[in-house]
């Protein structure tokens, strides 16, 4: 990584601990010009926004009669993909099948909002488990390879899943909570890298795996967005972009009317991502996920700069839990508490000392961008 003096951006909190960050005049960073030169001119959540999305429910519906099911949503038990779904079945009135991965990380809480909000709404639900050993061996590769993202195995398995049983079971339409009000400032891929590569899980897994991925959900990024897209017609709607979308309202609805828990940070709804993103990555990499998460936040005019400086300077969490998640993961790694601690004291890597579609995949970034279908920076 190339060194560079430490500067922050004077509108949101993002800075040089993303190493390819830019600033303007200002002191404004580059993830701040894009936001309102590219993402806000485009934004309409409101009615406008909504009348942008009514011909493609309209079309959902229409396409799904005669289906038990007419749209396929992937859930986590997080807030995102709690409220698309409420939105999905009370405001556009689909019928969705909910889609749920279980890759053994789950925390009490996801599980408990997956089904008071299958039980709230009427909704069916399909839960995959994925074979934990294999997800143990996969996980334990990602930690012995000494990258930051080692979330990906857990990412990788829900999107691919998801995807795959879309196209297995003719989904035409896979509804996301992914939107702009809560990650128009996206993680810099030096922080995180792409969950859907692949060719670096399979180089990651051939170098430090013990057991072969016989069950694993794989799907490459070019099998999803190519080939699921247009040979067998599987699309992406994006509805709480259409929608005031404000977290904090979001999240209070659900508890009030479904007795949903909430998450003190964004990702908390997994366990090992709550290790991951508040412990082992601003420790070992000085990586903060919730400088991005925040970031947005402060661009959507859901927290001041302030909070968030505030925020920011505190551990995302307390010492006690950190201990008790570390024997943990460790544990449930078949690991001891030294041998994790003797991972976590490794030579740092990056996604460049392995395999990669890095290059294909910025290929394929800018046409998205050129396009305009691609707004959020993603690099
Ligand atoms: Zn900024």
Not at 12 to 20: A, E, K, S, V
Not at 84 to 97: C, I, N, Q, S, Y
Request: one cysteine or more; aromatic letters at 14%.
């Amino acid at each position: 990584m190339k060194k560079v003096d430490y500067r922050i951006c004077s509108n949101c909190i993002m800075d040089t601990t993303d190493p390819n960050i830019t600033f303007d005049e200002k002191g404004w960073c580059d993830y701040c010009i894009n936001y309102y030169k590219n993402i806000l001119p485009n934004w309409d959540p409101n009615e406008k926004g909504e009348r942008m999305i009514v011909p493609i429910i309209e079309k959902i519906k229409r396409e799904g009669r005669g289906r038990d099911h007419d749209c396929l949503i992937g859930i986590s038990g997080g807030v995102d993909s709690s409220y698309v779904t409420l939105v999905a079945k009370e405001k556009f009135g689909l019928r969705p099948m909910l889609f749920h991965v279980d890759a053994g990380w789950n925390s009490q809480e996801a599980v408990n909002n997956i089904h008071r909000l299958v039980d709230g709404l009427g909704l069916d639900l399909y839960t995959e488990v994925v074979n934990w050993e294999e997800m143990k061996d996969l996980q334990l590769a990602f930690f012995k390879a000494q990258v930051a993202h080692i979330d990906t195995p857990q990412h990788h398995a829900f999107f691919a899943a998801l995807y795959n049983f879309a196209a297995k079971n003719k989904y035409k339409y896979i509804l996301t909570g992914a939107n702009y009000s809560t990650e128009c400032v996206r993680e810099p891929l030096e922080w995180h890298y792409h969950a859907s590569d692949l060719r670096q899980i399979k180089d990651i897994h051939r170098r430090f795996g013990k057991h072969p991925l016989k069950t694993f959900p794989l799907a490459d990024i070019f099998k999803y967005k190519i080939y699921y897209r247009f040979v067998k017609g599987v699309q992406v709607v994006k509805p709480l972009n259409h929608v005031p979308y404000i977290k904090e309202e979001a999240m209070q609805e659900l508890v009030d009317r479904f007795g949903w828990q909430k998450y003190a940070y964004k990702h908390y709804e997994s366990r090992f991502t709550r290790f991951y993103e508040g412990y082992w990555l601003p420790k070992k990499f000085g990586y903060q996920k919730h400088r991005a998460h925040f970031s947005s936040l402060i661009l959507t005019k859901q927290m001041t700069r302030e909070e968030a400086l505030e925020k920011i300077a505190h551990p995302a969490y307390d010492e006690a839990t950190i201990a008790q998640d570390f024997e943990y993961i460790a544990k449930k790694l078949d690991l001891t508490v030294a041998e994790l601690q003797a991972l976590m004291e490794g030579e740092n890597k990056t996604y460049r000392d392995y395999k990669s579609r890095m290059s294909l995949i910025n290929l394929g970034t800018k046409i998205l961008r050129l396009a305009g279908v691609q707004r959020a920076i993603i690099r």
